[in-house]
């Protein structure tokens, strides 16, 4: 049961796309994919079978990553939102299914939530739930890559905003890129705003390596079933079988990435070009980044955020910190 309304819900759902053209995804993919050092962005992951992996993935004994965070977000979720105040517009870049918001509204109460999601069947579910189970809510759901978050003022009035991303989602950027994605974010929330963060923690190489690699092979398949969304968004020939899931973690760059490896020589049609593969070689898939409190607070430190707390799970696993807008920062340092 909701508590008693404090105030009157002035309720409103609307469903907005940005969604790009799939053959401008499909030309990003193939200038990826004939680098010297193939890649694809993390963000094709998320097709919709993917987007279940992932969940599988988090339900898993061995990636411990959604649990610490969610203890932390149950355990805490009235401080947190004490620290961050009443009355703000709370923007959730990467949503998902918007699982974890749920431990805070109650407490937070929002005026307004703007979960963002490249994946369109699983924002439009996930954001159904929520208006369902929270029927005070305002929740404007947009369907767009949330690297360009340019839309966002234009869509939030003069209410004070404050960006919510957990999961460590930080982690999938290069430690520059992540920069320079919390410097747009920094714009977004103006002077005023606040930003929500969980981080995970440096920690030691074998429990990385065991949350990317579960023994149930739920990990494999979400890596590999890359392959499948390619094959549907561009016709491509990739042969699933003929790959494997590669994931480690390197201390020296504090990161796991994944990958895939070709298990023979092969060739691989792709929008109008061959690939070749040599046994062995790999599509790198993913970094994830981890970080300490201090070298992440370094990270926003240079986007113009200070810390102004953070929470931990009961094992150190994970961290959550608040941040506010640096008054004496200056974008042009
Ligand atoms: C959702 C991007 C944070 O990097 O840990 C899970 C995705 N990749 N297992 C992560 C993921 C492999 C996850 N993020």
Redesign the pocket.
Known sequence: MEAVLARPSAKSYQFLSFIRKRSDAVAEISRDLNREVKRIS?KY?YDERGSRL?EQ?TATED?Y?TRAENEILVERAQEIADLIGEDCALIEP?C?NCSKVQYLLSALRPTLYMPIDISTPPLQKAARHLVNRFPWLNCTAINADFCDLSFVPTLIGEQRRVVFYP???I??FEPADAVNFLKAVRDIVGSEGGLLIGV?LEKNAATLDR??NDREGI?AD??LNVLHHLNRIAGSSFSVDSFEHL?FYDSRKNR?E?HLRSIADQTVEFAGSTLNFSAGETIHT?N?YKYSTESFSALAAEAGFIRAQTWYDSKHLFSMHYFVADDTYNSNQ
């Open positions: 993390p992951f992932f993935i990636y990553v990467g998902g999961g460590s989602t982690g999938n995970d949350a990317y990990t979400f890596n994931a796991v994944m993913e994830s």
